[in-house]
């Protein structure tokens, strides 16, 4: 028999990846171009031209025993230091090649931090709506997530009960801005009155917490809104970074981790850090792609894309009578869900050939989140469907 | 501060890794070509031509959204299907892409399948010596290694003691042959009694006991010898490989992991294996070499640099007084020490600026391991260093 934590998991496993399989599945029925699959967050816009060219290059003139050997287990230095190069330019910080760890994604990245830091019974907070797979993450390392309700009014944190439920056993705090599945960014001054309530807990209770700020969607941003850096505001700072959307490079797993020398404990925190890149089984982050990185670091996606499928598919629902945030970044809409129940309604919506995730898999029921990383026709198709959907529901 | 499991390990870390480190200051201050540095398996024959032509193909003809975007968690169903064929043409296997989930490197694999199964104190067999690492992914789950002593006449497995060891804990059995850090391969014979033993014992504890072959050397054997594919000996037999020796990939993390229609609770099994590789952040093996394997699954290294290494090496060590086993496969030269502390003998080699691997990091103390994956002059430089401690240890 399988271990036994893994067999509800196996039951539950992720509605997102189930809808991603369930597309999959009706695309091979009706044909690809009538099913308006909006489950998961895989980019539609490629990867800049400079990417594979880039590869190309290294690919044709490096040497091929360099490319693809072994390196440290933190990356290529040069790599690293090309990295903290561009976020202090960028974010008047102060980083090193030392204070870059290259990692497998932020996926494998919060991995990382949380095998580092985490005993078991350490409670790590999180603010719904937050991605479903944190739960797994922590829960990989025996620790135990205490949810924020969501604040369904503009979905920034609820910070009166994020200071409540701050505890003696609270290690690590994980906030995703621009967010999924909101598309919300967290304000300056809200990330002020956050580090004030941290700092004042960490004296409180004679404990060290940290701030692990989850940044796949950085570079994601409309309307020139402004995405604070988040080591400037509260020292025990950690960041996990990807370039699997501001590169579009999902598939091969590249990211890194920022820990800065100002964190509590940074030596052992960077040691073990190290250690947990290794023994987790991910040794380091892919070669060729850490040097991919490393010829791209300004290179910069053009999200218009993006934008124009945000305001067609803002506007259109909100026309239709939906009720939702306007999303200032990510690529994602999270929409009120017409019946209590939303996975009554993701079935509607499934009957028209749209798939969208319930709210539930982020720790807030009653909501859909619709990914917005899709063709532009995909948009234009579905609105038919979100229109029979508003008139069933009585909407408008 | 950082979680308790972590603290030992950071202090003790990877004797290997920081050997790699080690080395690479060395050669900082003596210069590389001064510095014979046997310490990592990190391989010295470069990756086939084949493999950046794949990869150049791919990046220059396939759609970029596609090579790098997501795909199921398990990998490109068409790559697990050739990945399946081949074995199949090679073992006469029934394997079908259903059987094969893409993994980060046999690492990556291995923690995948050892999350799937271990319940905490859950115990796995390994046979000493073996690859230290193997502690950590064990202990990453909480299960518990039984090591079983070394058969130091031949370093086949000692399998009276195997026998003995087994309990109604034992959850699996790591297998690793062509062997790091012998260079044994484990004959049809020694299979065939080992699967008789676990075929009992399943039996006597009414459990299910799941042998796990880690094959990363498969490729690599000389003199013709036949590595036996385990999964026809041993009905709940799972494989992990990795193409890190075999197409010399391994900062790519690129491998798989074999799980046949036989083992127990195959469904549940294989539903684990693919929610533990999502959700210990893999998410899915690097995109764009799982297409670059897909073109290149006939393609075979040519392992003569290895094999001429292993030739002057091993005779040159034997000629000086050095004990140890000519290995049929891997890269690895397993050495007995002439003095019982092996640690004192790499201190000793050092001095000669000769790294080499102490024994204890493998279970097996008074031995230290040699990786000859480097250059033929890495080798005959160290002649003279490898000399003068046969002289200082009168070894002949």
Redesign the interface.
Known sequence: ???????G??KG??AI?AM??EGKRLASIYGAENVYDFS?G??????PAE??QA??EI??EE???A???????SGYEEVRAKIANSLNKRFDTNFTEQNIIMT??A??????IL?????PGDEVIAFAPYFG?YN??VS??DGKIVAISPNTENFQPNLTEFEEKISARTKAVIVNSPNNPTGVVYSEDTIKKMADILNKKQEEFSI?IYLISDEPYRELVYDGVEVPYLTKYYANTIVGYSYSKSL??????IGYLVIPDEV??FS??L??AN??N????????????QKVIGKCIDVEMDITPYNRNRELLYNSLVEYGFTCIKPEGAFYLFVKSPVADEKEFCEEAKKHNILVVPGSSFACPGYVRIAYCVAYETIEGALRGFKALAVKYQLS
Chains 1, 2 share one sequence.
Do not use: Q, W
Not at 42 to 47: C, E, I, L, M, T
Not at 67 to 73: A, C, I, L, R, T
Not at 115 to 119: A, Q
């Open positions: 028999m399988i271990a036994d934590k893994m067999v998991l196996v496993s992720s990846r991603f399989e998961l895989n980019p539609n816009v490629p990867a990417v594979n590869a190309i690919l044709s040497k091929t025993i490319v693809h050997g072994y390196m440290s287990n497998v994604g996926a494998g990245g919060l991995n990382v095998k580092t830091l985490l005993n797979e797994s993450y990989n390392f060290d579009s490079l999902p598939g091969e797993r509590a404990d052992m925190v040691g073990a250690v947990a290794r023994i987790l089984g991910y040794v380091n982050a892919p070669s060729l792609f």
